[in-house]
């Protein structure tokens, strides 16, 4: 193969992986937007209970 060939097939690979990314990206991004306020603000207290619970107290 030439040079030139490579590197279409190289451009090629590296536009297919940044389209990848980005659908993984926007899947995420759904997800995440999924969430109402009340379902944020629960779990952000559950996981600070469980740091919480986690910790040792000095002393």
Known sequence: MRAATWWKLL???GM???????????RGERKRQAYTP???RDRL?????????????PG
């Open 16 to 26: 297919a992986g940044v389209v990848a990314t980005g659908v993984v990206v926007a």
């Open 45 to 57: 207290h559950q996981r600070y209970e469980e740091i919480e619970e986690d910790t040792p107290t």
């Open 38 to 40: 009340e379902q944020v």
């Open 11 to 13: 451009g090629m690979a």
